[in-house]
């Protein structure tokens, strides 16, 4: 397989940097894509691979990869690693900062059938199909059901300050 890595993050000129130094083939990089625009690369890919190292809430290009029938490598870092990854079924999750695990699955992934591999995105696709826009309707009812019922407010001192240093804003660590 060739490497495809698509975005700019702030470890991009360090990889494109080892790639060069130790001269490996199949390494492309593209620039940052549009969500519009990713679906050529899922249509042109053989898996997915999601290496965050933490700060990912959830990883929505594991969805539209699912969606596209592709098996999945997930870091165990990505919130939706433990949801949507059903190990060995559509894929495997893994620990970011041991390199050799990936490389083993990567490994693994490559010396799979084709036919295996079909399985494993036809997996995928089964388990998106239950995460649709349906689903996504009951939960915020759900959620908003919980917040009705719940009539005690927020009184406590604790609470408001909580409340106002958070003001809506997530810093990822």
Same mark, same amino acid.
């Given at each position: 397989f060739d490497l495809v890595i698509v975005g700019d993050g702030p470890l991009r000129k360090n990889l494109q940097a080892f790639v060069r130094e130790h001269e490996i083939l199949g390494v492309h990089f593209h620039p940052f894509r549009k969500p519009d625009e990713l679906g050529a690369?899922?249509?042109?890919?053989? *898996?997915? @691979?999601?290496?965050?190292?933490?700060?990912? !809430?959830?990883?929505? @290009? @594991?969805?539209?990869?699912?969606?596209?029938?592709?098996? +999945?490598? +997930?870091?165990?870092?990505?919130?939706? *690693?433990? !949801?949507? @990854?059903?190990?060995?079924?559509?894929?495997?999750?893994?620990?970011?900062? *041991?390199p050799e695990a990936l490389a083993n699955l990567l490994a693994h992934l490559e010396q799979m059938k084709d036919s295996e591999r079909s399985s494993m995105g036809e997996a995928s696709r089964r388990i998106i199909a239950q995460w649709g826009l349906d689903r996504f309707v009951e939960g915020v009812q759900a959620a908003l059901r919980a917040v009705g019922a719940d009539r005690r407010g927020f009184v406590s001192p604790v609470d408001r300050v909580i409340l106002t240093v958070w003001n809506g804003r997530y810093r990822p660590t």
């Open positions: 690369y899922y249509a042109l890919s053989s *898996a997915l @691979v999601l290496p965050s190292l933490g700060g990912e !809430t959830w990883g929505n @290009v @594991v969805n539209e990869a699912m969606a596209c029938g592709l098996p +999945v490598l +997930v870091s165990r870092e990505c919130g939706c *690693a433990q !949801t949507l @990854v059903h190990e060995g079924l559509n894929g495997w999750t893994f620990d970011p900062m *041991a």
